[in-house]
C-alpha cells in the first residue's frame, strides 16, 4: 500500500522504516544531550566546533597547567558526563586580581589597542589570550585564535544580580575594567554590553563585586556572565 506525503509518494513499509529511524534519531539525539547536559561549557580559546573538541581532547590536563591566568578548570558530573574532565573556563575560581589599566592610560587608550595592552597586565581570573593552553594541547583539541576577530564567548548582563539595577549608579566596574570598550552605562546607569567589542575575555565577570557586596556565597552568577556564543560569530 502506498500514501501520500507532501506530494511525494511512499510505501507503508517505507513509512514505518523511516518513522522508526526518525524516532531512532530522536532516542540518539537525546542520549546525546543527556550526555552532554543542560550545561554548555565555556572552552578556552582556539576550539573550532564542540563537535571536533570532544573528539580530540583526550583530558591531559595540559592546557590547565599551563594556563598563567589560572581560569581553567576540569569540567565535573553536572557539565555532563560526556564533558567530564575536559577544560572549561572559569572566571570565578580565584579571587579578583584581575587586569589594571596601566599606569598613565585612559580607558580611551587602552581600548584603542586592547590585545597588547591586556597582554602586559598582571593578575589572574582572565583570559588575556597567550595561547599557551593551545600550543600546550598534543592534539591540536585547541588551535590558533585571533582576539581581535575570534571569540571565547559573551558578556550578558543580569539585572536579577547586578547592583546597578539594585541601584541606581550604584556600581561600574565593569564598565571601568573592560579593556575592549565594550561596556557602557545608559541613560538610567544601568551597564549595558556592545557585543561587536566583547570577546569574553571574562574580566568584567571576575571583578564584578555583586556575590561579595550581597554576600552571596560561592561561585554562582555574577552581574555580568560570559556565555556561550550563540549569535553566529566565529567561536
Ligand atoms: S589563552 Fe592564555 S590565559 Fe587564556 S585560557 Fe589559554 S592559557 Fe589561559
Ligand atoms: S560590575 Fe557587576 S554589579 Fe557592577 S555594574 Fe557591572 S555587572 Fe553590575
Ligand atoms: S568579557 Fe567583559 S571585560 Fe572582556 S571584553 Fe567582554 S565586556 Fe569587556
Not at 578548570?73 to 574532565?85: K, M, P, S
Not at 547586578?162 to 570598550?181: L, N
Request: one cysteine or more.
Amino acid at each position: 500500500m502506498e500514501e501520500k506525503i507532501s506530494g511525494r509518494t511512499v510505501s507503508r513499509r517505507g513509512l514505518l522504516a523511516g518513522t522508526a529511524g526518525a524516532a531512532v534519531i530522536i532516542a540518539a539525539g537525546g542520549a546525546v544531550k543527556a550526555l552532554a547536559g543542560e550545561a554548555d561549557p565555556l572552552r578556552p580559546p582556539g576550539m573550532t566546533s564542540e563537535e571536533h573538541f570532544i573528539g580530540a581532547c583526550i583530558r591531559c590536563n595540559r592546557c590547565r597547567g599551563a594556563c598563567p591566568r589560572d581560569i581553567i578548570v576540569n569540567c565535573a558530573f553536572e557539565d555532563g558526563i560526556i564533558n567530564v574532565r575536559t577544560p572549561r573556563l572559569s572566571f570565578r575560581t580565584k579571587a579578583s586580581q584581575a587586569f589594571r589599566r596601566p599606569e598613565g592610560k585612559t580607558q580611551e587608550d587602552v581600548a584603542q589597542e586592547p590585545y597588547p595592552a591586556i597582554l602586559a597586565a598582571g593578575g589572574i581570573g582572565f583570559c588575556d589570550f597567550c595561547m599557551l593552553c593551545a600550543q600546550n594541547c598534543p592534539t591540536g583539541a585547541l588551535s590558533a585564535f585571533d582576539p581581535r576577530t575570534q571569540w571565547i564567548g559573551e558578556a550578558v548582563i543580569d539585572p536579577a544580580y547586578c547592583i546597578a539595577f539594585e541601584k541606581m549608579g550604584g556600581c561600574r566596574k565593569c564598565v571601568d575594567y573592560c579593556p575592549f570598550g565594550a561596556v557602557t552605562l545608559n541613560e538610567s546607569r544601568y551597564p549595558v554590553v556592545d557585543s561587536s567589542k566583547c570577546n569574553g575575555c571574562g574580566i568584567c565577570e571576575n571583578i564584578c563585586p555583586s556575590s561579595t557586596y550581597r554576600t552571596f556565597k560561592g561561585p554562582g552568577p555574577r552581574g555580568i556572565n560570559i556565555h556561550v556564543n550563540k549569535n553566529g560569530r566565529p567561536l
